[in-house]
């Protein structure tokens, strides 16, 4: 345990977290497609600073990987920006030297311990970690891992198809991480490119949840009758569960992405689920609870998760 990592669990499985960044991370004036002044004045008193400085209006966000030890396997979801990645498009995730991977030590796991890499969806900050710089070439970070990543993602990020999806909403923020974070993995014969429902084990179930990317997944976690839910970008703040209809600007297909947050939200709130976003803050994860005023999230504050 650390100010880095820790862990919690879920029935028999365990979920172990790894900070790679923090800080401030835009406004949600700037963060948020269909932003509404009256509605954020309504709810963001309720926000923890820990999640929202309410002097300034910067969100607080975090890039942090889990492991979840199920059914006897370690498995990494989401693996960050990376380090001595090049990223002129978000030069804050360009050229970094975190020590996550000492983090990840601390928490008990070396790179040879993963045996399941899952990226919730192809984004600059979800699959940095895939790969490491090693003797002139980006070689696979955890060298006995599969890999599984949406195949639906794969296609549209891949710049030899870029033909065939001239209009990305994130073209420009992602440029780079494909040839160094994902074609260095489907070369080295690592990847499993899956399509619909899967599930990765006993207990881990990956879901289609396309709108932010067109292959955005969520995977959930059952263990002795509990459930969490990793949804990636789905939500990116607590916010988006005051307001469901708030897209972040990198969402690549805003009617989609709006209907399937929505649709999360409900399910977790139906499951009593931990909700475990790529992104929170504070908690790093919360319980979705329905109320007549709309959903409400509920532990940000660290009770009642
Ligand atoms: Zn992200």
Redesign the pocket.
Known sequence: MSEFTDHWALGKALVHRVEEWSGPFLTPQLLFAGFEPAAYAECKEAVPAAYLDAASDALQARLQSWVVEVDGQRVLIDTGAGNDKIRPGIPLFGGLQTPFLERLAVAGFAPEDIDLVVCTHL?V??VGWNTQWVAGAWEPTFPRARYVFPLADAEYWDPRRSHLYPAKTGEAVNEGFFEDSVRPILEAGRAELVQGSVELLPGLRLDPAPGHTPGSTVITLESGGERAMFV??VV?HPLQVWNPDWNSIFCEDPSQARATRRAVLERAADLEAVLVP??FAGQHRTRVRRTPAGLRPVGLDGVGL
Do not use: F, N, P, W
Request: overall charge negative; cysteine-free; aromatic content about 0%.
């Open positions: 984004h900050d979800h990636g970008d990116h790529a992104h």
